[in-house]
């Protein structure tokens, strides 16, 4: 048994490199609510011309970066924002945009691939009536990581992009894991995000940063976003410590992205080996990997429980389905045991063997996913 614990539950996961943490202790401060810190400035500033933005703003979590983005868009009441069903800021962000900045969802479903059909946003674009909200912001999310980290391309990002400007709106890319797009399109992040008006990035999934996003759009847009921020309570002080991990994160493991999807591709591979899952490697384009399981006796949180007595760390995605999220602490090895073990736990749990604990009063695992 691997003394190590192989952490496939997600890239959030990841925790500060050597170099990250000798960064933040080395990291220029000073307080940002008073005045400046500097090394935060130098970071957002690093972050806009790599986005192609004017400016930057670090927030505390992607979760924050989107709610800001989408209450700066909207911020007239009776706004409405079109967002995807699947979408990460309509699923896993506690509805904040509605309870915390009365914007109206306007969903519309989202595709196997992650996108929704161009003609039913437009169709969810409201025309002026007294019975109805009024359309501001159309909201994107590439990868989308409910649809298996799947990328939106640049062409169908700049055909929204158009949509959104030929009827007055914003366009919000929700980019928690655009870096990972951009590696696997081959498109430069800067170029991938030119239709959007705003963009939120997650340093803390893939790149590896310990805390912690970046939203970049233009200056009016972050002056807005700094206001908000602080009347979230997301004031940062010395977060130059903070940004001083992120500035690593995206000098060194951005280059290293392009590996983990080829280790998911991997791991994809050689689930497909194991009779007891279905699992389609083509459909694997980034860091994720979701897989069903097609013996019904055995439930998503079972393997989980019996991979967690093996040391391996998996979420279920669905009622029938476990995701598994690669990430660059992740080895190809790793990888290697994670499939025997995979393997092992059906043997297990088909032959009785596995010690399964009741969960508490009929709960399921923390689970990524419905
Ligand atoms: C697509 C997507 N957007 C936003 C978030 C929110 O980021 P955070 O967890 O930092 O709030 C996540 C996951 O955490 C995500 O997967
Ligand atoms: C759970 C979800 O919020 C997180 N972004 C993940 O993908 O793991």
Redesign the pocket.
Known sequence: MASKVVDLR?D?VTKPSEAMRAAMAAAEVDDDVVGVDPTAQRFQAEMAALMGKEDALFVPSGTMGNLISVLVHCDVRGSEAILGDNS?IHV?ENGGISTIGGVHPKTVRNNPDGTMDVDKIVAAIRHPDLHYPTTRLICLENTH?NSGGKCLSVEYTDKVGEIAKSHGLKLHIDG?RIFNASVALGVPVDRLVKAADSVSVCLSKGLGAPVGSVIVGSKDFIEKAKILRKTLGGGMRQVGVLCAAAHVAIRDTVGKLADDHRKARALAEGLKKIKHITVDPASVETNMVFFDIVDPRISPDNLCQVLEQHNVLAMPASSKSIRF?LHYQISDSDVEYALTCVEKAFEELLKGGARLEPLANGTTRSS?GH
């Open positions: 997600s959030t990460h896993y990581g928690a999220v990524y």
